[in-house]
């Protein structure tokens, strides 16, 4: 697959001067320069540190820099070796024989064993790593018995170990084993096993990435990729019309329909394992210390109530959000878990229990729970004529959509009594204020892994934020025994059936505790250039991410167009119509040199943060 041709374009951005002189489009020349991969996107990584990530932007960032012990296929996403090439399971259930592939090298030369992968996983559970400390909670010890062979024991019987997902990229022990607090540690430049490591990196700018001289798999098409960043979503679409980057990510649907008819760029509406939510702070401030718990914040004490929480899902028109901000190409939502996801885990509420949008039931069901306007100014008072139900509404600066939605539900709930105050803010400082429990509403969205175990898990009491300052996934701090119980019940859970009882079951405790409203099933909307890149593949297939965060087969599968590969293409690219080797064809995208001669000359400053983490990365965070 070794490619013996580089073909070079560099860009321009608007009237832009660079030294004095525009820069133009250079003509693809052998040997001339590196071949460059340019996305656009509002979104920016926050960290590089695999124990701090959340964002959804910073998964591709991991995956095409890391191995995993099991990936993804890109069919279904289902578990598919990577670090890993088999595991044995003991008949109890406790004890976990991984064998991983030899011959590995870090990209710093150094080899790549199994004490690599034990040092990492217990490294996340020892230092709790926001996301994937999850994966581990039932790990008792792991220990590396000889350079390709990991044993892992649990705490109870589980399948969650017996080849199945275990999302935690394996780190360089090397590295990272002088550090008495890895948190703290920047990991930039990185060291990785994967195809693509970070080599620059400029806030607000862009980050790059280049290829590992030490990766061993399949050789990629590409020399270097380029997240470029912009202040805006129209800014991308300019840029994409204009040739100046190659593919982009849209949240905002009439801004991706600006895009569709354009000559030389495809779109797709891809699906994945994704929605977002009207979040509630169902008692920050308000529930008994626990563990690392202590209450804070000044969420309003009407959200604590159950009914209150109902009411207003009643009030929300999923359909109509749909329907009106995401012009139909989202599915209204219901549950936490979407569509996408194994086999028989999704449990859809049945007509007797969903809390369907009717605003007579939920004015009928506040007036029950004795919430009423005594004072006849249209707002509803806590029982006995105590505090106003008036919640601040957070959305996302940079994400339109939660903007757009915000009128539509501020006058449904001004129609059951309550009344409002929306703030758009940045992701970033939203997450602050959710992790400080300051809120009482806010807009935001999720991707979960495809079994449902990780988005179940972050809605366990111990998930909550515990201290006003540190980060928790569980941003309703939603707490009820119960649902802990059976969490801890289905994780050790051998039967797969029953498994999925315990799975529906934990999705109805939680939809009827009212603690989110899940407004749709976010689709993920994707556009490309035609005419300089090609061969994508979709995760999953047949309309998914093109160049998703969850295996790096993706990446390594886009060429430019007209390059042969000897088969066509495979992908959503479509054919190449027989420009092969040195036919002229440009490939878009920045040189290494342009851009330290962009420098200063360059700025984009990014009004927001996307901050999804392991949530909707379309172009702003699970």
């Given at each position: 697959m070794g490619r013996i041709w580089r073909l070079i374009r560099v860009f321009t951005v608007g009237a832009m001067l660079v030294g004095g002189g525009s820069v133009g489009i250079a003509s693809a020349q052998e040997d001339?320069?590196?071949?460059?991969?340019?996305?656009g996107s509002t979104d920016e990584i926050t960290t590089l540190n695999p124990l701090k990530v959340y964002l959804a932007s910073e998964y591709y960032i991991l995956a095409w820099s890391y191995h995993l012990p099991f990936s993804f296929a890109p069919e279904d996403l289902s578990a598919v070796p990577d670090l890993a090439t088999d595991v044995e399971v003991s008949e109890d259930g406790m004890t976990f024989t991984y064998t991983l592939q030899g011959g590995l090298t870090w990209s710093d030369g150094q080899p790549m064993t199994a004490e690599d992968m034990a040092f990492t996983m217990q490294m996340y559970q020892d230092s709790h790593a926001y996301i994937f400390s999850g994966y581990l909670t039932l790990m008792d010890s792991i220990e590396a018995v000889d350079e390709t062979t990991v044993v892992l024991r649990s705490k109870q019987p589980t399948s969650l170990y017996a080849g199945n997902y275990l999302y935690a990229y394996v780190l360089p022990k090397h590295v990272w084993e002088g550090f008495d607090r890895p948190k703290q540690f920047e990991n930039y430049p990185n060291v990785g096993?994967?195809?693509?490591?970070?080599?620059?990196?400029?806030?607000?700018?862009?980050?790059?990435?280049?290829?590992?001289?030490?990766?061993?798999?399949?050789?990629?098409?590409?020399?270097?990729?380029?997240?470029?960043?912009?202040?805006s979503q129209d800014a991308v679409a300019e840029a994409l019309k204009a040739g100046e980057i190659d593919f982009a990510y849209f949240t905002?649907?009439?801004?991706?329909?600006?895009?569709?008819?354009?000559?030389?760029i495809e779109t797709m509406v891809g699906v994945l394992p994704s929605f977002d939510e009207i979040g509630m702070n169902t008692g920050s401030a308000y529930q008994d210390p626990d563990g690392a718990f202590v209450p804070h914040g000044d969420?309003?004490?009407?959200l604590t109530d159950v009914m209150v929480r109902r009411a207003i899902r009643m009030a929300?028109?999923?359909?109509?959000?749909?329907?009106?901000?995401?012009?139909?190409?989202?599915?209204?939502?219901?549950?936490?878990?979407?569509?996408v996801t194994i086999a028989g885990a999704r449990w859809e509420p049945p007509e007797e229990e969903r809390l369907a949008w009717d605003i007579e039931a939920a004015n009928a069901l506040l007036d029950e729970a004795g919430y009423l306007d005594t004072d006849g100014d249209g707002v509803r008072e806590m029982p006995g004529g105590g505090q106003p139900l008036e919640f601040r509404y957070f959305v996302r600066t940079s994400d339109q959509t939660t903007i757009d939605a915000a009128p539509f539900v501020q006058s449904w709930l001004e129609q059951i009594g309550i009344k409002t105050e929306v703030t758009a803010m940045s992701s970033g400082r939203l997450g602050d204020v959710i992790n400080a429990g300051e809120y009482d509403?806010?807009?935001?969205?999720?991707?979960?892994?495809?079994?449902?175990?990780?988005?179940?898990?972050?809605?366990?009491?111990?998930?909550?934020?515990?201290?006003?300052?540190?980060?928790?996934?569980?941003?309703?701090?939603?707490?009820?025994p119960a649902y802990d119980e059976l969490f801890l019940q289905q994780q050790s859970e051998l039967d797969p059936q029953r498994r999925l009882e315990m799975i529906h079951e934990l999705q109805r405790i939680f939809y009827n505790d009212a603690a989110y409203v899940v407004k749709w099933y976010s689709p993920l909307l994707q556009a490309y250039r035609t005419d300089t890149f090609t061969g994508y593949i979709p995760q999953p297939q047949p309309e998914g991410d093109l160049l998703s965060g969850y295996s790096r087969d993706a990446i390594l599968s886009i060429r430019p167009v007209g390059l042969d590969v000897g088969g066509g293409d495979a992908g959503a690219g479509g054919e190449d119509e027989g420009a092969g080797p040195g036919t002229g064809a440009e490939t878009r995208g920045v040189s290494a040199g342009v851009w330290i001669g962009i420098g200063a000359g360059v700025v984009v400053l990014v009004t927001a943060i996307l901050l999804l983490r392991r949530r909707r990365t379309g172009e702003d965070e699970a």
């Open positions: 001339d320069g590196p071949v460059v991969f340019t996305i096993s994967g195809p693509f490591l970070v080599e620059e990196w400029r806030t607000g700018e862009f980050i790059r990435m280049v290829r590992n001289p030490e990766w061993s798999g399949p050789e990629p098409y590409i020399d270097e990729v380029v997240w470029r960043y912009f202040k905002a649907p009439n801004i991706f329909n600006s895009v569709k008819d354009e000559p030389n969420g309003h004490p009407a929300i028109d999923s359909q109509q959000l749909s329907e009106k901000v995401y012009l139909g190409y989202a599915p209204p939502g219901d549950t936490i878990v979407p569509p509403l806010f807009d935001w969205g999720w991707i979960p892994d495809i079994d449902p175990n990780s988005i179940l898990s972050y809605f366990t009491c111990d998930q909550r934020p515990p201290d006003g300052t540190s980060y928790g996934n569980n941003d309703a701090y939603y707490c009820n």
